[in-house]
Structure formats: C-alpha cells, structure tokens
C-alpha cells in the first residue's frame, strides 16, 4: 500500500498495489508542470488500485491539448497526477509519504535540460 498526499494536507490519495516505471523528465514541459529541474513521476502498475481518500473536490485538473492531463490541489497547488483517458495514469513521486517501492530508472530529454540542472552533480549537503 502506497500512500500520499498534497503540501497542505487536503487531498490524500492510496495505491493498494505498485508503482512502476520511475521517471524524471527534463523538457521544458516537464520543468513548468511540475515546477522544478523535472518531472519526478512514476505509473501506477498493472492491477493496481488507485483511490483517493479525501479531498478529490479540492482537485484542479489542467489538461493539455494531447489529452493528457494533471491534478493539483487548489490551495497549495501540489502536483499530485498525472490523467490519461479520464483516468489516474501515475503519481508525482513527490508526494508520496515514505518509499514508493520505486527509483527513477531513466532520466529523459536530457539535452533540454534546464541551465542550472546539475544532474547527480555538484555539493549536497545533508
Ligand atoms: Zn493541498
Ligand atoms: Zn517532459
């Protein structure tokens, strides 16, 4: 069981089953949509579940003239899915409490990366 929620604590969501496919993407796209150096996303797997618990009227959804779509809450504005066909496609890994189960196997479009993401590089601090 994987579970999660938004920055303000409003929407929270369950998985009864896995997440796959971990990805972070680095386009432009990926970088507005999901505000930072990329997306941080993974798919919810095959004969999963995907519930929420509370706050699905609190739900914003944009959706992007391919069709596919994103959820966020409207107070604080977290990312909370991604929507494909009217459905829950797969979750920001951001907003997961705990571990997902999951690493980012792939980082994509590298290349458009933005000028400030230093992949895997520079100082960290703990
Ligand atoms: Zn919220
Ligand atoms: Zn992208």
């Known amino acids: 069981m994987i579970d ?20 972070a993407c680095h386009c432009s796209r990926c970088r507005k949509a999901f505000s930072g150096a990329s997306s941080a996303y993974a798919e919810i797997a095959d004969g999963s579940e995907f519930r929420w618990i509370t706050g699905e009227n609190e739900l914003c959804t944009y959706t ?22 009217g459905k829950v496609h797969g979750v920001t890994l951001g907003t997961v409490d705990g571990d997902p189960g999951v690493q ?3 980082h994509t479009f590298v290349g458009s990366r933005a000028p400030w993401d230093h992949i895997g590089g520079g100082r960290s601090s703990v």
Do not use: H, N
């Open 4 to 23: 999660g929620g938004c920055f303000c604590g409003a929407v929270r969501f369950r998985i009864e089953g896995a997440l796959k496919g971990a990805q």
């Open 64 to 85: 992007s003239a391919q069709g596919w779509g994103l959820a966020f809450c409207r107070t604080c504005g977290s990312t909370l899915c991604g929507i494909f066909d």
């Open 104 to 106: 980012i196997e792939m």
